[in-house]
């Protein structure tokens, strides 16, 4: 069942809350809309479970269909480096998010601000208490949540679904992504 | 009659003829502590109003921007709300989103420095009513002179007597009022005078936990400044349960000292357990080693539930508000101490004891307020001994789990209550199954807040399951701590000032704080020791330092037995309770006041800036959960010194985070020529979130950089930072072009990989700025 | 040299003799007033600490319950959490909801009683250090000898002189600093004990404000306890907009003081307008009536707005936030001059006058934050008189506002952000049809918090449209206030005692607080003039003193030129600014010290209970909004005295109930017998809010209502009860035989119908407690 | 269009929101469950149109049906006797909160606690207010808000609806209530 609840119960946000993303190819538009997407990545994504692959992995797959740029956090930037994934950019989670709240940032690469940001693989209060820096202080930022609690203070996130129906939809995106 | 209205007059008269007679060389000194005792000169700023260090502050955010993370979207603070904050909208009173989380902070710190405050007042009166107001401040004899840093920044004045104390308090409670009263609505409104006001709260905490724990070590005795400080025993399994136990919860030592002095005074020392949890526990070894410390304050529930004490006497702060309630459950009677904590209690305090004894005894008061230490402890220990016989039962027999286990529905409302999402519904599925090893796994990691237990629809007691699936880890809790030594002789300071502002001693980490770690307290026991094994100093206290604690090196042996408690290098140094975290900033002043030789006396901005620019100290404060963390934060940062916080720290709603690739943010005055000078982004950040362990150490390492660092300092810095971002991130880092000044700074050992890496980089050599005088 | 550690030392000797000499007869009193100055015994609670009036409370608490309505359902106060406590749910720290109510209120109160200590220690220092600490107290002369009544009453000490005032404040920072901390995580979690800290925190409040207002009136020579002090002018349309004009916003009165003592030196009173918002426009009146107030703090962006003001002067409290930004909209410069709202302004103080004047004459700086209101009020009128003729053109032409209207695609999001839910949406689109009627009646229920416009997703300046359509009536605004009066006199008390105690008067009604009124000022006008014309005593302070003026008879005359200022029967009290409430439970305790003759000094809880059982008083705080307003009702309540707030005063969270429908609740123990009687629910509750004007009216009624009335009392009180009940609520009170002890209290005129209503409950008369002495 | 978020959009709530009235039968089953209703009108009921009459006039109609007390708050009793009806009980709204949030308390007739209670035409704010002390503090008492803007603290009301649509709900509930 799919809940539009905040996971952690009490984290409530306020009035404005993260659309659900309903299905796929919600993500898929808004990748493809994008002009500078990033990725910020956090050390749950090489231990939750997603099939006999583990989220990172999924992870690396949807960023490689777009090269869209990773910045790994923790000590995910280990998990990668051990995939052969070698050009992430290491920050802290709450750095990234400062450097994505200037809109003045040219981005990891110098080149521009990035215009849509998804988040995944981070302790779940910690990706929400940066969101909503993001929701307040970055609104020339998208913010997405690719986690299978409901994240409220995302603009998008998934509704807290169980993990089959949540690994479909992003092999989904995976998938419309290289097709 | 000559009456005196002001506080801080000060006449003296040669000679007075007077119908009174003749008088010659009279001199009478009210208040402020004449300035006889101390030949130092006064700086700018003794006694600093809330907007005195306002430049200095803003010196610092503006190179530490805050990063505010909102708790939700709206304001609800008064009545004219709530208000929607969202876009760049404005409350009913025209605040915005910035200054309104500003404001919480400052609400929040002010609290955390109020707590000190009045705890540092309680100590200080009650110790001048048993002591005498002339009793002398002494924290370490002759080794340690400067027996205040913190006070004699600040304050500007030397207290030498518990009763110089006073003064400093005063001037403490009028800025809380002052501070707090901004937070009102319709008063302050812009984020970063909200950030100087949050500095300064912090500043006025950290002299509150000095005045605190110089007047009790000085009047209580405890280790004085001593490096060797004995061990005392730490862990629920060091417990003679069949001895009466007591228990001792909070930070104000009064109670505990007085159940020890009685248990002497009877003959009864060794006869009976006095047990503590949280600072009072800490305190209490530093009294007596005959006091076991059962663990950090996230310890209560899971102890209360053992059933094994009879007698619960709680102080003040961090407590958890439903200690009655629990220990209603096993039949323990509580006896509470704290105006500032009186559960509901009926006040005894006026009734004779025995009449107090006898109802606890017989079961007819569960509990009672005393608001006297000396008489609590007294009665603590009869009722103690009363009661236990009959308690002997009270180690209730481990609950069929598996059973209850079974009612679970994996409906998910333990693992979302759970504030580390821990797998909690089936570790709980296991149990019923049988299986232990799941729900070990989450004890291992849990901090006893029991919301699981408290979201359960099937009413499960979680907590409770999960204990008893893990009382055998419990009764191996056995452990050393070393007991809080208090402050830093003023020699050790001298003997590592030059090492550690040269760089040569890479470091000085403190591990402080509460213990709502992000996954169980090990992982603080292990980055104290990555640390103090990398040979910098590691400081410790609080529930930190009994986490350290809780640990065993494949020898058997705990981190305090591996390491000496020498403020220095490979030294893990346990300077107390959190009221102790004094001495750690009052090292990093001692540094720029025994070692380099400034002036002390009201002159915090230019202190700060030395330590801000030469003392690489940083603060990892692990489990950082209260008001008190948060303002204890706030006055190492004002003093320049960067602070770690876990993961939950994001929820402080702001960090103070620097840009380092913002290269203009990072330009300094050479003090030799004036020029303005690239100095690198050292330290990157002021205040910041890491998300794990591996994160906060490699952040850590850096954040001990410092501009005035020399060439050999800097390379030893780099070869720690280089080599532990190798370790746990799989790579060299990436911003090393940034903290190279010239090849000078580079690690030898290291010299081929990092020239390659500059070159990449396209790295040139800079102009270091000049070492400062 | 003789050097004094405590501040409370007090030592004398007859003789002695020693090296400098013989002294006889010599004396030194330090801190604490010595006792000579005052015969009064020592009450059992001088200088209460937070626990010592415990009992008392508890027995308020016990009648009165609390009613707790959470703002929402988490507790987010530390990193812990934030924590779901629905149903029983505790928290991470063991807290459950009513505890966490409880808890913010606690937070709120504490930071109401530091704003307003803060200011207490603000002006006393400054004033201290102007005329000296040992200027007089003088409130009212010799007609006024009891200077302090609550100084007296919580300190047991009698001031006589500025300096006296010190310690009076150390003793309030250091009681908010420990009430503060009880909210810190895991200290207090008891809601009754919270609510105690609560009452404690208003009781200090209370005291702040009479420190405060004594101090203002004894050396800035306010009126001193007049009854006929003189009328000023209030409202807009009393501008000379032609002349330079000043705004002052706040609460600290000396910024504006200097500005008109400024103007006077410079023979220039008479050519600039001073005018005022909120209280500091009180306070300026009360100094000069050359002063003019524009209205209550909710007048602020409106009259910004009209572009009116050429230089704002900000000091303390009760100041929107976003002044700065307004101002910067109409080119008006911005003066901020207290550290607790320094606007995020740069720090002029220390600059010299012309280069501040220099650059907010050129526009170079928007504003500036002078820390010395005397340098501060000399810029103010330089700038005014400077850049007013280029801002001749400063009051806006009127917008189209039908074009701007013409926006609205009537999306509600204006009227769902309206805290009165006012039909804004309906009025803008006939403001597009040019029909104003209807954003005429909004502008006249509105209270300008502007979150109208915020919420406008099509960006119409929604607040400024309403007031350019309402411009006609800004106009029009042209009142008159009796300046504030400062004390009530010893003898006046003296003539009123008798009639409040027996009831002969039926009521003391003080309308004080806030302007977030649920439905527009004018209500709180017309039920000023209700209690004054039914020959009660009415009393008022700050905006509520000003809302009131703001109402014509048919004659045109505002309420203070129709009704006497003597605190007598029919009266309209205006004691002055917000600390001037003071002065209002100072009558409450003047009549049980100068006219029933109890001993004050120290004797909180016997005072308390007279003035609970005795006299007949209760606060209406229709707009009661802000932290300061909660703390002050909070003050009234642990005296005993009922406070009615609004209906946004739900948002308190939580109310303090009687229950009339348990007898049991009710009854006393007779002073005469000691025996148990009923002495039926008077006054009914403590804290409540009301839905609407008559609500508030009946209810006032009610709870003037006291044990000790004497059945003409009692009679004459249910007379006013039973008329407004039956014209407002259209019937005869349902719970009149709860009021009714005997026959002798039913009024003669309605005798008919009450004894009816009497027989059909099954009424009978019970024994009545006996008077009291 | 129905609007699930509080009428006043800053009010949030928290985990616990109120079930939506997604149809007349669902207040028309509650009232025929509960042994013991009650009523809570607040003085806007007497200035809320409703078509041709005021929002009172129906809730006199309900009131009616199943002989359901009313409390009149405010100056709401004016409007009731001018109205003829004369049985209400005269209460502040916040009193008789505190009343039905005491489990002992017997009603207002004295026979039993109330199990049911409805509220309109208070402010917004003070329902708001009130319905939060209830949901934390009366477990035993279920509470349906029957105002046009959705009060998430009510267990039950209607959604942020469009003032015909309410009424025909009104109207609706009142006559399947008669029928």
Redesign the interface.
């Known amino acids: 069942m799919a809940i539009l609840e905040p996971w952690q119960i009490a984290e409530i946000s306020g009035p404005r809350k993260a659309a659900a993303i309903s299905k796929p190819e919600v993500v898929v538009a808004m990748i493809k809309r994008s002009k500078r997407p990033v990725m910020i990545i956090g050390h749950l994504a090489a231990e939750i479970a997603a099939g006999d692959r583990k989220l990172l992995d999924y992870l690396i797959d949807l960023g490689n269909t777009k090269n869209i740029p990773i910045i790994a956090t923790g000590h995910t930037n280990r998990n990668l480096v051990s995939r052969g994934y070698t050009k992430a950019t290491i920050l802290p989670a709450v750095e990234a998010a400062h450097r994505l709240a200037d809109s003045g940032w040219q981005g990891l690469d110098g080149k521009g601000p990035h215009d849509l940001a998804f988040f995944a693989g981070l302790p779940y209060y910690l990706e929400w208490t940066i969101l909503s820096g993001l929701k307040h202080f970055a609104p020339h930022v998208r913010t997405v949540s690719l986690g299978n609690g409901y994240q409220p203070h995302a603009g998008y996130s998934f509704a807290s679904i169980p993990t089959e129906q949540w690994l479909e939809s992003l092999k989904a995106v995976i998938g419309q992504m290289e097709g | 009659?000559?009456?005196?209205?002001?506080?801080d007059l000060n006449f003296?008269f040669k000679e007075l003829e007077s119908e009174?007679?003749?008088?010659?060389?009279?001199?009478?000194?009210?208040?402020r502590i004449?300035p006889q005792n101390w030949e130092e000169k006064v700086g700018p700023t003794p006694f600093p109003?809330?907007?005195a260090l306002?430049?200095w502050d803003r010196k610092l955010l503006g190179r530490y921007?805050p990063?505010?993370?909102?708790?939700?979207?709206?304001c609800?603070?008064?009545?004219?709300?709530?208000?929607?904050?969202?876009?760049d909208?404005?409350?009913?009173?025209?605040?915005?989103?910035?200054?309104q989380q500003s404001r919480m902070v400052l609400?929040?710190t002010?609290?955390?420095a109020?707590?000190h405050?009045?705890?540092a007042?309680e100590l200080v009166t009650h110790l001048?009513s048993r002591y005498g107001?002339?009793h002398p401040l002494d924290v370490g004899g002759l080794s340690t002179e400067v027996e205040a840093p913190l006070t004699r920044l600040v304050c500007g004045l030397k207290p030498e007597?518990l009763?110089?104390l006073?003064e400093v308090?005063?001037y403490?409670?009028?800025e809380?009022?002052?501070l707090?009263?901004?937070?009102?609505?319709?008063?302050?409104?812009?984020c970063?005078?909200f950030e100087s006001k949050v500095f300064h709260s912090g500043m006025l905490d950290l002299v509150g936990l000095e005045v605190a724990d110089i007047a009790q070590i000085s009047a209580l005795e405890y280790p004085k400044a001593e490096p060797d400080a004995p061990l005392a025993e730490l862990g629920m399994g060091t417990i003679d349960q069949s001895m009466p136990v007591i228990l001792v919860v909070g930070h104000n030592v009064l109670p505990s000292v007085s159940i020890i002095e009685y248990l002497k005074e009877q003959g009864l020392t060794g006869q009976v357990e006095v047990t503590g949890i949280c600072c009072t526990a800490i305190d209490a070894t530093r009294y007596s080693q005959s006091a076991k410390i059962v663990g950090p304050?996230s310890w209560q529930i899971k102890y209360i539930r053992s059933g094994i004490p009879d007698v619960i006497v709680t102080d003040?702060?961090?407590?958890?508000?439903?200690?009655l309630?629990e220990a209603e459950k096993i039949g323990s009677r509580v006896i509470a101490t704290s105006?500032?904590?009186?559960?509901?209690l009926p006040?005894r305090t006026g009734d004779p004891a025995d009449a107090i004894v006898a109802d606890l005894e017989t079961g007819k008061a569960a509990g009672a307020l005393v608001?006297d230490p000396e008489k609590a402890g007294k009665i603590a220990v009869r009722v103690a001994r009363s009661v236990a016989p009959a308690r002997r039962n009270k180690v209730s027999t481990p609950p069929n789990i598996a059973d209850m286990a079974r009612a679970c529905t994996d409906c998910k409302?333990c693992r979302?209550?759970?504030?580390?999402?821990l797998p909690v519904p089936g570790a709980i599925r296991a149990v019923a199954a049988r299986d232990l090893a799941p729900i070990g796994e989450v004890y291992d990691r849990c901090n006893g807040?029991?919301?699981c237990e408290?979201?359960c629809p099937k009413k499960i007691p979680v907590y409770s399951v999960m204990t008893a699936a893990a009382a055998h880890k419990t009764r191996d809790e056995k452990f050393k701590i070393r007991v809080g030594r208090g402050a830093i002789q003023d020699v050790e300071i001298r003997q590592v000032g030059g090492p550690i502002v040269l760089g040569e001693i890479p470091g000085v980490i403190a591990f402080a704080g509460c213990a709502?770690y992000?996954n169980g307290g090990k992982e603080v026991a292990e980055m104290c020791l990555e640390f103090a094994r990398r040979r910098f100093i590691a400081v410790t206290s609080g529930c930190a330092a009994m986490s350290i604690s809780m640990y065993r090196d494949e020898e058997g042996k705990t981190p305090y037995e591996q390491h000496p408690g020498d403020f220095d290098a490979g030294g893990i140094v346990n300077v107390g309770s959190c009221v102790s975290n004094a001495h750690i900033a009052g090292a990093a002043v001692k540094i720029a006041s025994i070692f380099a030789r400034r002036s002390l006396r009201g002159n915090f901005e230019e202190i700060a800036d030395y330590v801000y620019n030469r003392v690489g100290a940083v603060g990892v404060v692990w489990g950082?959960?209260?008001?008190?963390a948060a303002a204890i934060a706030m006055g190492f940062v004002r003093l320049g010194i960067p602070v770690i916080v876990g993961?939950?720290?994001?929820?402080?709603?702001r960090?103070l985070?620097g840009?380092a690739?913002r290269e203009e943010d990072w330009y300094t005055s050479d003090p030799g020529t004036g020029e303005q000078v690239y100095a690198g982004p050292v330290p990157e950040?002021l205040f910041?979130?890491?998300?794990?362990k591996?994160?906060a150490m490699v952040?850590a390492a850096k954040l001990c950089m410092r501009p005035n660092d020399t060439g050999k300092g800097r390379a030893i810095k780099l070869t720690h930072y280089i080599d532990l971002h190798r370790r746990?991130?799989?790579?060299i880092?990436?911003d090393l072009p940034l903290f190279v000044r010239s090849m000078s700074d580079v690690p030898i050992t290291m010299k081929e990989e990092i020239s390659r890496v500059l070159q990449q980089a396209g790295w040139q050599e800079r102009k270091a700025p000049g070492q400062r005088p």
Do not use: W
């Open positions: 009659m000559i009456s005196l209205d002001l506080k003296r009174l007679g003749r008088i010659k060389e009279f001199e009478v000194s009210v208040g004449a109003s809330m907007t306002r430049g921007r990063f505010y993370m909102p708790y939700c979207d709206v609800c603070i008064c009545t004219a709300g709530k208000c929607d904050l969202t876009g909208r404005r409350g009913a009173c025209g605040i915005q989103m910035a200054a609400i929040a002010c609290i955390g109020a707590t405050v009045s705890h007042r001048i107001s002339g007597k009763g110089d006073d308090l005063d403490l409670e009028k809380i009022t002052g707090l009263a901004t937070a009102h609505t319709g008063q302050e409104g812009d970063l005078d304050l003040e702060q961090c407590i958890r508000t439903d200690v309630f105006e500032k904590n009186c559960m509901g006040d608001l409302q979302r209550a759970c504030p580390n999402d807040c029991v919301r408290q979201a709502n992000p950082a959960m209260s008001q008190k993961p939950h720290g994001s929820k402080y709603r960090m985070l840009r690739d950040h910041i979130a890491a998300e794990t591996e994160e952040l746990v991130l799989g790579t880092p990436e």
